[in-house]
Each structure stands twice: as structure tokens, then as C-alpha cells.
């Protein structure tokens, strides 16, 4: 069997008695992606040459001494908008074809300190920007489970990675369910933490009220281990929560007797595939079983989250944008006549189609004569949103629902329309505005692709969407399905 | 409410993007459909509604107040398109 499909907890176990080593697990890694990465095309990046001297100094380390941080010698892909020192990190942007980073993001820093291995970066939608993974300037990634399907976005090749078995696990960022979904479309298990509550200091900034940095494996369990690493206080990042973190693992007792679910109607109401519903209220009747109370609520606003986050998310992208001048790093243009020409060249020439679309979008939110009407509508909106989740949680430990309304799509089937594809993301952006954790784990299959069941909790109770989430994992047997490549 | 093309040029000025016709007719029809799917704000009352500043009660984060080294040259150049005697080189703002 491949080492792929053991937990972390029981390579970690192999590691440190000394029946496994580091270099057979990166050795693994790379020798998969040499098999199936031509199909799944995750990676844009791959560090072999690092991995390898790393996994060779870790194994020197396993003779010698006994200190192992909780990530030792795991081989992990991380999403190309976190910055990796003296690795190259271009956001799946042509702008940022040649930008290698002089610094490490905090996460990166943190994984690191916990001895994981870093084998690549990962393919994603331009900037972040995109649910389908074809907004990449390289190349698109397919859906392991169905290589003519997406695998969603913009953290899909970190979720196709994971679910092919390319890596063990992988960072991604989450802006409106850019973790979430791609998790549900490609059958892995993806989390936003709480807004603040991982540092986004080295993530590439889309919209920064929003973003989110998380990880995504195959199972709960893993994902709580990746969590316990990368989650804290950052004095770099003036964002972050100054929060205790608790111990997640331990919160993952199986055990949730009396919990109290909601179950927002508008979820499963209108525009959500019938297959889709089936599995999340066959879900709900597994979750019943082991003691938990379900009941439906309603989050009443949900129906204007597209839009608002559509006017947010891109008037910050527009603000965060305005840096790729041409001017310090990155794309600038041959033979300006002058520098506005530099500015309007380079960004012209390094920006792809949805990314200067949502550019647009911003600057005219936030553009004199239109800020009261669009932007600052929005902001009040937002509060709507956020107060329909304070409500519920009054009296609900979590909510839950689909991840996304349908399985993956056919790559090719929605590039042309985006407000259709801005649409596939209605169950995960209020979760993104309201600011609050929320877990996507597999929960059955629709036509042969995977359906994401989310569990949404309060913010910074992380503990109890993990708990939830292995919960129900442990009833099911559908996150340990693998796809066929 | 429509935006025109006039309206997309003068927004592209301000966004610092070139756009050529194609893409101008393109971003026309798509920022109308997706402002006109933006009008569906406009059914809901938020005359007395605190627009969200940010989602969770923070404070400022600080830093020690203390004296460090800065970046070395051969890094903050090290992804500079042009460099020229210890300083980005860019064309001239003034001709």
C-alpha cells in the first residue's frame, strides 16, 4: 500500500521508530508526480533538489537526536501566493513569471520550525482570483477525479495535489471559499481557519479583509495537525488575533453528544443540485446517530453574499493591485516611452483577463460619484450578513450545508460567463464575510465526482468544527476513496 | 444603471490599464451584467447599518521600537528589472 494513504500521525510514528525514512517519503512524492502530475498538472515549481538535501539532513537527525517537530520530514506543496525564500513565487500570474522572494511568509517560517518539506508550489487561479483553476497564465489543473472536470479554486492544485497523492498535505488561502471548494470538488478535507487566526504576513494580499491562509489534506485529523502549526500570533501581520490556541487534537474525541446543528433552508433551497442534497441531508442523518440535534434555521441574507463580496473582494483586490507597477519586481514592459507607459504596459501585458476584470470592477466600486452606491453599500451589507451568523450561533454550536451547490464543473463550461462562476461560490462566501472558521470534508459522490459537506462554526472555535467534522469522518468511509490516474 | 464604454476607458485610466477595443467591448458587457446583478443590494434597507470595518474586535499590533539593519542592496535589487548605480532605473518622469 502506498505510504500515501497513512495518517500523519502513523508516518510520524513510522518516522520516529525508525522504520521509515524522510528520503523514502520525499523519494515517494516526486516519483508520484512524475507519474500523474502530467495529467493532474498541480505543481508550477517543483524544489527537488531542496527537498532531497532536506530530507537527507532530517534523516541525519533521526539517527542522532530525538527532537521532531509535529510536521517531521512530511512533504507538503504550498500555494504559489505564499512567498518562499529563494523560491519562485509568481501567483499563476505571468506578471510574476520571474519574481523569486527574498523572504519566507510566517507559515512558511512555521512549517519549517516543524521540519515539514516544501516539494514545490502549486498551480491556483491568477492572484487568487477564480473558481476553476483556469485562470492560471500557465495552465489549467484537472480534477484527479475526472481529468476533463476542474478541480475548483483557487487552491485547486493544492486539492488536486493532495487528493492524487502527490503530496500529504497542502497549503492554501481561502478569500470567498477558495479552500473550501476546490476540497469538496477534488474529495480532500479543507479548512478557512477564523479570520486572523493564521498570519497573512507573506501571503500575496487579494483582498485583505478576507483572505485566509489554511490547510488542506486528506483526512480531519491531518488537518488539525497542520492547523496547530501554522495557527498564532504574528506581530508582522496587523491583522492577526491575539488568541490562545488551543489544542486541537484533543478536541477530536469523536464524541458530540447534544450538539446542536442549524441548518440554513436557503443552503438547500433553490439552485442546489438534488444529488448534492441528498448527500448533506443523508449526512445530517449520520450525524443524528451519533447524538448530535439538527434543526433548520435561516441565515436570510445569504442570497445578496455574491454581491456583496463580488463589490468588496474586488475593490480591495484593486487597492492591493496597484503595487505591480512594473517599477520594483516583477513584469515590466520593453521600451516604455515613458513611465506612466511602464505602468500601463506592464500591468497590461502581466494581468490575465479576470484579474483585470475584478481590477476594473474595484476601481469603479470605489471611484468617485460610485463609493456610496457600491462599496459602502456593500460594507453595510456585510454587517447583515455577519449579524445573521451571530444569531444563529446564539443557539447553534455549528451550522452546516453543501460546500458548493453542484460538483465539479467541465473545464471550459463557465470561463466565459462569470457571474455564473461567481455563483458556484453562494455556500461558502457568506462563511468568508462573516469571518468565521468553517471545514469542507468529503461526503459522498454525484456522477462519479465528490460532494463537500461544510461545517461552519463560531469564530475561533475551531476545536468544535474539528470535532464535528472527524465525527462524522470517522461514521463514513468516502474520505478514504481514492481517485483512479 | 449602465456603464458605457466611455466609462470603462476612463475607469481603465484610473486602474493604470491599457485596454485594447476587444477588451473594452468585453468589460462593458460584463461589469453591466454583474453591476445590474449588484442592484439586488438596492431591496434592502441599510439607511441605519454600521458598515463592517472588519469582522473581529482587534487591536493595533506593534512591534518593538528598536533599531535593525535593512535590507542588503543585492536583495532589494535582486528582482529589479533594471538597476543602475545603487538605484532602481526607471524612464524619466520629465523629458
Known sequence: ?485 | MSISIKDVDHVAKLARLELNDEEKDQFTKQLNAILQYAEKLNELDTENIQPTTHVLELTNVMREDVTRESLPLKKVFHNAPEEENGQIKVPAVLE
Open chain 1, 1 to 485: 500500500m502506498s505510504l500515501f494513504h497513512n495518517r500523519l500521525k502513523d508516518i510520524h510514528n513510522q518516522l520516529v521508530n525508525k522504520q521509515l525514512k524522510v528520503s523514502e517519503l520525499v523519494n515517494e512524492s516526486f516519483d508520484r508526480i512524475q507519474k500523474v502530475d502530467s495529467k493532474v498538472k498541480a505543481f508550477l515549481t517543483l524544489d527537488e533538489e531542496n527537498a532531497r538535501t532536506s530530507a537527507a539532513k532530517l534523516d541525519e537527525l533521526l539517527e542522532h537526536r530525538s527532537e521532531r517537530g509535529l510536521l517531521f520530514g512530511l512533504p507538503a506543496g504550498i500555494k504559489d501566493n505564499i512567498v518562499t525564500e529563494g523560491l519562485r513565487t509568481t501567483c499563476a500570474s505571468q506578471f510574476l513569471s520571474n519574481f523569486d522572494p527574498i523572504y519566507d511568509a510566517t507559515v512558511m517560517k512555521k512549517l519549517k520550525a516543524a521540519q515539514s518539506v516544501t516539494i514545490g508550489k502549486i498551480n491556483m487561479d491568477e492572484f487568487a482570483m477564480g473558481g476553476s483553476n483556469e485562470n492560471s497564465s500557465f495552465h489549467p489543473t484537472h480534477n484527479p477525479w475526472n481529468t476533463e472536470y476542474v478541480p475548483g479554486g483557487s487552491s485547486g492544485g493544492s486539492a488536486a495535489a493532495v487528493a492524487a497523492d502527490e503530496v500529504y498535505f497542502a497549503l492554501g488561502s481561502d478569500t470567498g471559499g477558495s479552500i473550501r471548494q476546490p476540497a469538496a470538488y477534488c474529495g480532500v478535507v479543507g479548512l478557512k481557519p477564523t479570520y486572523g487566526l493564521v498570519s497573512r504576513f507573506g501571503l500575496v494580499a487579494f483582498a485583505s479583509s478576507l483572505d485566509q491562509i489554511g490547510p488542506i489534506t486528506k483526512n480531519v485529523e491531518d488537518n488539525a495537525y497542520v492547523l496547530q502549526t501554522i495557527a498564532g500570533y504574528d506581530v508582522m501581520d496587523s491583522t492577526s488575533a491575539n488568541v490562545d490556541i488551543p489544542d486541537y487534537l484533543s478536541a477530536l474525541t469523536g464524541d458530540i453528544k447534544g450538539l446542536k446543528i442549524g441548518v440554513p433552508k436557503e443552503y438547500l433551497g433553490e439552485g442546489i443540485d438534488p444529488k448534492v442534497k441528498e448527500s448533506i441531508i443523508k449526512a445530517l442523518n449520520v450525524l443524528e446517530g451519533l447524538g448530535a440535534e439538527w434543526e433548520e434555521v435561516s441565515l436570510p441574507h445569504t442570497e445578496y453574499a455574491v454581491a456583496t463580496y463580488y463589490l468588496l473582494a474586488s475593490s480591495e483586490a484593486s487597492s492591493n493591485l496597484a503595487r505591480f507597477d512594473g517599477v520594483r519586481y516583477g513584469e515590466r514592459t520593453e521600451n516604455p516611452d515613458n513611465l506612466l507607459d511602464v505602468y500601463l504596459k506592464s500591468r497590461s501585458e502581466g494581468f490575465g483577463q479576470e484579474v483585470k476584470r475584478r481590477i476594473m470592477l474595484g476601481t469603479y466600486s470605489l471611484s468617485s460619484g460610485y463609493y456610496d452606491a457600491y462599496y459602502l453599500k456593500a460594507q453595510k451589507v456585510r454587517t447583515l450578513i455577519k449579524q445573521d451568523f451571530d444569531k444563529v450561533f446564539e443557539k447553534f454550536d455549528v451550522v452546516i450545508g453543501p460546500t458548493a451547490p453542484t460538483t465539479a464543473f467541465k473545464l471550459g463550461s463557465q470561463i466565459d460567463d462569470p457571474l455564473t462562476m461567481y455563483l458556484n461560490d453562494i455556500c461558502t462566501i457568506p462563511v468568508s464575510l462573516a469571518g468565521v472558521p468553517a471545514i469542507s470534508v468529503p461526503c459522498g459522490f454525484a456522477d462519479g465526482l465528490p460532494v463537500g459537506l461544510q461545517i461552519i462554526g463560531k469564530a475561533f472555535d475551531e476545536s468544535t468544527v474539528l470535532r464535528v467534522a472527524h465525527a462524522y469522518e470517522q461514521s463514513t468511509e468516502f474520505h478514504q476513496k481514492r481517485p483512479q490516474l
